[in-house]
């Protein structure tokens, strides 16, 4: 089926321990997203991709990579997770830069301990 | 900085009522406002949006009022129903030829509708 799925939903890691987030869309969207999402804050926009190879920081792009060697997939790694990177994670797509009528995944909850 | 937020964080309606929720900016740069609708466990879904030059747009039982000179933004959803539970998101956007990428997002309403 036409969507965006992220895996795992659910994830528990140690601090200091590497850690790749998926993110997968069938729409064939030029523009890829990754938020997270904390109490008190709402979503926070952390990398986003304007097509395949080509990344840009967001918001709170610290301690986080992104690649995108294909249009469909932009995978958000946490080189070395700490505590405060302990929280809901969100892929989204759209056709617009800007991220208008973006389309998002499900999220995956990240626990670092 | 410039942010987005939202006057009241939890709203309780009765089914069937009417209800708004209501957004202030502060970014007089951004051009485009979007609500998100997001239940549990769930991502956010798009609602509704509205671009700068209108105050006023129309969907299905939901409606988006922009007022530009006091920079508030509102959503009201008609005869609401169980399914309308959910924390409601504004966010903003400036223009694709103006500068950043991506949506900037308020804090959130939760709406909870009560039989």
């Known amino acids: 089926d036409a969507g965006i799925t992220q895996s795992p939903r659910y994830k528990i890691t140690e601090t200091g321990r590497q850690v790749t987030l998926m993110c997968h869309q069938t729409w064939s969207h030029s523009y890829m997203f990754w938020y997270r999402q904390d109490l008190g804050h709402g979503l926070r926009l952390i990398y986003y991709s304007a097509a395949a190879d080509i990344t840009d920081k967001g918001e709170v792009p610290d301690g986080y990579v992104v690649s995108r060697s294909k249009t469909e997939n932009f995978p958000l790694t946490l080189e070395s997770a700490t505590r405060s990177q302990t929280s809901v994670y969100f892929c989204?797509?759209?056709?617009?830069?800007?991220?208008?009528?973006?389309?998002f995944g499900q999220g995956t909850r990240l626990t670092v301990v | 900085g410039e942010n987005v937020g939202l006057h009241l964080p939890t709203l309780s309606v009765q089914e069937g009522d009417n209800s708004i929720i209501n957004c202030a900016y502060s970014n007089s740069a951004s051009d485009y406002f979007i609500w998100y609708k997001q239940e549990s466990g769930k991502g956010p879904q798009f609602i509704i949006d509205?671009?700068?030059?209108?105050d006023k747009r129309q969907g299905q039982r939901v409606t988006v009022l922009l007022n530009k000179t006091v920079k508030h933004l509102s959503l009201q959803i008609a005869a609401t129903q169980p399914g309308d539970s959910a924390v409601y998101f504004c966010?903003?956007?400036?223009?694709?030829?103006?500068?950043?990428?991506?949506?900037?997002f308020g804090k959130g309403t939760h709406l909870i509708i009560q039989p």
């Open positions: 509205i671009r700068s030059n209108m």
């Open positions: 966010a903003e956007s400036v223009d694709p030829g103006g500068g950043a990428d991506g949506l900037t």
């Open positions: 989204a797509s759209s056709e617009s830069r800007s991220g208008s009528e973006a389309f």
